[in-house]
């Protein structure tokens, strides 16, 4: 796993990544990586929402309409939702989205679900990293692109 | 919305170090909608604030996005400077370009690209604000705490001390919870009656306590500050009013075998009882299921007796209204039943102790009614099996505590301190007896507590065995206790005449239907869940609900009385204004769009949506909606993200916002 945001030779490929985080502990954990000068690659492009429970996950397709290359999903950990249960909600329906993006065509490893807590500003540090990395593998993602051009 | 104000703030290095903020400004003018961009060292600082309120009001702007730190950090600064420029605080988003981007991208040129897109999806964000006032709720000032032991007596008497009116709800035929049937406490041996009984009649008498005994609390509606809560009263039959209390019609009663509540079963008493001399209020009550004129139609004999005709065969029970501003939960603690299922089911531990079986195998609280002088020996320790003074006594600790396998994870804090004190009070009652008493670590953390464990060993001569028991077995009247003592390294048994066993702390029982019907959550033990474990110890999830003493996790009466004062005092606080004020960042529904599936309803963690009746001008029926209440909705958004309609939204995070967000990273 890369740690940092090493220095990137130009023209290589830069993957967007969009991240729909809850207020109360993923958002935290993002700025717990802040104050602990946690350096990752800076593709992230963070939604703030009160809760998983809020994200529709129109929002997952939304944001591959717009140029995504891979989306992350990240909340309170399960039992320890701000709000008690939106976290479950966003679970379950994340359990059934995900088999319905397959059938769509949709390549599922570029969608990312993660519980994050205000306390895990290092584990933020390894997700966005790993998914950055794991994006730049994959390529950008052109087939989507191609669909929404048709 | 195209009056944008976009402020960045360097944070003085902070920033700056890694983000280019005159570039950034530069770009962020570029933005659509942006009317101006400003920059400042320190935008927290005085004059960074003087410069976003005469930013607001010379370029007449209708919206403004700060780049700088994390919205949790100053959002509310930022608010509040926009309301002193005259403009509405929710019509201010933040940028997060510190946290999220120049303390984590060293390299300048991405993390500048990086803030300039923050502020891009912020500007997009705020577009589509809309000004929102806080929600007003107007607060019913009068309290109910539900349980009248020493936590709820505390938080009642603090309350109406302060003026406040308060209902307290007690299921027992008496307040005084399990502290009135306690001999005496730790660790100063002060007896537990006199601190207790005085406080007792004080609530009693108290004008602004409306006191309920035998009393349930059957629903609650509503919400903070509004709650409506009824109550069941249910049929004592005596007239409490005209009973005088002067004892008269149990002396008669011929029923006289029923197992004393208060005594733990140690003791008998009559189907008219009063549950103990100093219970307040100081009434009998009738016992439905031992009373012969209720059960089989004949007797009667306390009719005849009572001189103030107060008793009333034909009562029933009553359900009794109240509108309640604030609730304080004080439900407390029963004890593990030892070797049987608890009402889940789940627990049946320690079936080998023979505790049920064996008569001289009691518990810690039965104990406590073996020395107390109001027990059923008056004070005398004497075996329940044939009356004699047990000359060897072992005590048992951690029953239930401490053990996954057959008990409860937790540790229930008060055994240890409880052991030493039993040990103590038999040793000054029966000076020639031995007290032996297995543990598996003594943890007497508090003020004067470990000095008073060691008291009863080093004093009182208590013999403290560290090692667990495995079986009780009796034999010729007396009770094999084997054991081991692991610090010996070898087996240990002892015949005693008496085993006292401390069985582990659980919360009472039906405290999970009351944690539902006021939408407090609880642990897998069933202790109620504080909203934060050092922050908000007494306050819950539940707007307008506080917990005090056991039923939040085990306690003893210290800490349950400083909880309980200190619900008092959030309570107070709360009803010190005239209104509540409340976010207005919640969810609204677009009745003309919205089906009536109520699957928004079904997901809501705090049962914030309910159903609202169309009716045209000739009252007829039209449709039936959802409909957010908005004293109770905390803005979580679940609902729109459930809705199948799309017709229900959530200011702050809209459809409109969110997506736009979204868009604007295209």
């Known amino acids: 796993m890369t740690n940092a945001a090493s220095p990137t030779p130009v023209g290589e490929f830069e993957p967007k990544i969009v991240a729909y985080v809850c207020n109360w502990c993923t958002y935290l954990g993002a700025d717990l990586a802040g104050t602990n000068r946690l350096e990752y690659p800076a593709n992230v492009r963070i939604i703030r929402l009160p809760c998983t429970g809020r994200i529709d996950f129109n929002l997952i397709v939304k944001a591959f309409e717009i140029g995504a290359d891979a989306v992350l999903v990240s909340g309170c950990h399960p039992g320890d939702c701000h709000y008690t249960s939106g976290n479950y909600h966003a679970r379950r329906r994340w359990i059934l989205f995900r088999e319905l993006l397959a059938t769509l065509g949709i390549e599922t490893e570029r969608v990312h679900f993660a519980w994050i807590s205000a306390a895990e500003g290092k584990k933020f540090q390894q997700v966005i990293s790993e998914i950055t990395s794991q994006t730049r593998d994959l390529g950008p993602y052109h087939a989507y692109r191609e669909i929404c051009e048709v | ?666």
Request: proline share 5%.
């Open chain 2, 1 to 666: 919305m195209a009056r944008i104000g976009v402020l960045t703030c360097w944070c003085g290095e902070n920033i700056a170090r890694n983000v280019d903020v005159q570039s950034v400004a530069e770009q962020a003018a570029q933005l659509p909608g942006v009317r101006c961009s400003r920059v400042h060292k320190y935008m927290c600082s005085d004059p960074g604030q003087k410069l976003i309120r005469d930013t607001i009001a010379a370029e007449r702007l209708d919206g403004v996005v700060i780049a700088s730190c994390s919205p949790h950090m100053h959002l509310k600064t930022f608010r509040k400077a926009a309301e002193h420029a005259s403009l509405n605080p929710y019509l201010v988003e933040m940028a997060n370009i510190r946290e999220h981007c120049s303390w984590v991208h060293p390299e300048r040129s991405r993390a500048t690209a990086k803030a300039v897109d923050l502020i891009r999806v912020a500007v997009a964000k705020v577009r589509h604000n809309r000004a929102l006032e806080p929600i007003q709720v107007p607060v019913t000032r009068k309290v109910l705490v539900v349980g009248g032991g020493v936590a709820g007596i505390q938080a009642a008497l603090d309350i109406a001390d302060a003026g406040v009116p308060v209902v307290l709800v007690e299921r027992e035929p008496s307040i005084g919870g399990k502290m009135a049937g306690l001999s005496e406490t730790f660790p100063t041996l002060d007896c537990s009656q006199c601190i207790l009984t005085p406080r007792m009649v004080e609530v009693a008498q108290h004008p602004n306590i409306t006191l309920y005994t035998c009393s349930d609390v059957e629903q609650v509606e509503g919400y903070v500050g509004n709650f409506q809560v009824t109550i069941r009263k249910r049929a004592r039959y005596i007239d409490i009013d005209k009973c005088t209390g002067c004892g008269q019609c149990w002396s008669v009663c011929p029923s006289k075998k029923t197992p004393s509540e208060f005594d733990y079963g140690l003791g008998a008493r009559t189907a008219i009882y009063a549950p103990f001399p100093q219970a307040v209020p100081a009434r009998p009550v009738i016992d439905r299921d031992a009373c012969l004129r209720l059960t089989k139609g004949r007797c009667g004999v306390c009719v005849k007796k009572c001189q103030a005709d107060a008793i009333r065969f034909e009562d029933q029970d009553e359900l009794v209204r109240e509108d309640i501003g604030a609730i304080i939960v004080a439900t407390g603690y029963q004890l593990y039943e030892i070797g049987k299922p608890d009402d889940r089911g789940r627990i049946a531990g320690y079936g080998e102790y023979g505790y049920g079986r064996y008569p001289d195998v009691i518990s810690s609280l039965q104990f406590e009614r073996l020395v107390s002088a109001s027990g059923p020996t008056g004070g005398e320790i004497r075996r329940p099996s044939d009356g004699t003074v047990p000359k060897t006594v072992v005590f048992l600790s951690c029953v239930g505590s401490r053990d996954n396998a057959k008990g409860l994870s937790y540790c229930s804090k008060i055994c240890c301190m409880v052991n030493a004190k039993h040990t103590m009070l038999y040793k000054h009652k029966v000076h020639d007896g031995q007290a032996h008493v297995f543990y598996m670590d003594i943890r007497a953390g508090g003020k004067n507590y470990d000095e008073f464990v060691r008291r009863a060993i080093e004093q009182d001569g208590a013999h403290y065995h560290r090692g667990r028991v495995s079986k009780i077995t009796q034999e010729d009247g007396r009770l094999i206790v084997r054991g081991v003592d692991t610090l010996a390294g070898e087996p240990l048994t002892i015949a005693a005449d008496l085993v006292v066993l401390a069985a582990a702390m659980r919360p009472a029982t039906g405290v999970e239907e009351l944690a539902q019907k006021v939408n407090v959550s609880y642990d897998e033990f069933g202790f109620l869940c504080e909203s934060h474990p050092k922050l908000r110890p007494v306050e819950t999830n539940a707007a307008g609900v506080f917990v005090c003493g056991a039923c939040q996790g085990p306690k003893d009466i210290p800490e349950s009385v400083t909880q309980a004062s200190a619900a008092a005092g959030k309570v107070l606080m709360m009803f010190s204004r005239d209104r509540l004020y409340r976010e207005p960042e919640i969810a609204h529904v677009q009745e003309s769009a919205c089906a009536g599936c109520f699957s928004c309803r079904r997901g809501c963690p705090y049962h914030a949506i309910d159903p609202a009746e169309i009716r045209d001008r000739q009252g007829q029926l039209v449709r039936r909606v959802a409909r957010v209440n908005p004293g109770l909705c905390m803005g979580c958004g679940t609902c729109v993200a459930l809705c199948l309609s799309k017709s229900i939204d959530l200011e702050g995070f809209s459809e409109q916002q969110v997506y736009a967000m979204v868009e604007s990273l295209r």
